[in-house]
């Protein structure tokens, strides 16, 4: 079976496929995953879809797309989500925009240069992925760590031996944070560092 490359076009853009898979196409149009990831290929070279990993596409043609909509489907099937300076500058909690999508996951950490942006996902241990939810914005909808888990993955991770990473700097030291919960969050680390450097900054 062939598919032209406007049918499949318009094929991704009736199911408002924004991340996708080479499976999702094969399920969808019963190609082979040869001929599937061919016929995305040559969509790729007209600049209307981009792979942004081994089997894994983004179409160009949707509507407000936002570069934390690929983070789940970079470290997949671990589980992954926003959080770092991405997500406090998201939520204004730090005044400056990184110009790489942080994020973190159960995976081994990896870095992406994609067709719609870099990515820096960061390793954390199972038993600290939570504190996030689903954010929708516009037709956009991706997972996001709350302000203070965000805070608190940052400093963990600033923390660590050999850690490309900084705790996170404000020149006011007046954090736009929900000091109870933050106290909390930081109780499940058990993480004696991240504690001290919380007590040093009077965060709790």
């Not at 995305?40 to 081994?54: H, P, S």
Request: a positive charge; hydrophobic letters at 40%.
């Amino acid at each position: 079976m062939s598919v032209s490359a406007a049918s499949l076009l318009k094929l991704i853009q009736h199911h408002d496929l924004r991340v996708f898979t080479s499976a999702d196409i094969v399920t969808l149009t019963a190609l082979t995953p040869v001929a599937a990831t061919k016929a995305l290929t040559r969509l790729a070279g007209q600049d209307l879809v981009g792979r942004i990993k081994k089997g894994v596409w983004v179409s160009k043609l949707s509507s407000d797309l936002n570069p934390y909509e690929a983070v789940p489907y970079l470290r997949a099937p671990w589980p992954a989500y926003v959080s770092l300076y991405s997500a406090l500058a998201d939520y204004g909690v730090v005044e400056e925009i990184p110009h790489i999508v942080y994020a973190v996951s159960t995976a081994p950490p990896k870095r992406y240069r994609t067709a719609i942006g870099e990515f820096s996902i960061h390793h954390l241990p199972e038993r600290l992925i939570w504190g996030y939810a689903i954010k929708r914005q516009g037709q956009a909808s991706y997972p996001i760590a709350d302000p203070e888990k965000a805070f608190l993955d940052l400093v963990y991770l600033a923390l660590t031996p050999r850690s490309p990473l900084e705790p996170p700097h404000k020149r006011e030291r007046k954090w736009a944070l929900d000091k109870v919960r933050l106290k909390r969050y930081a109780a499940r680390f058990k993480f004696e560092p991240l504690t001290n450097w919380l007590k040093k900054e009077r965060l709790c």
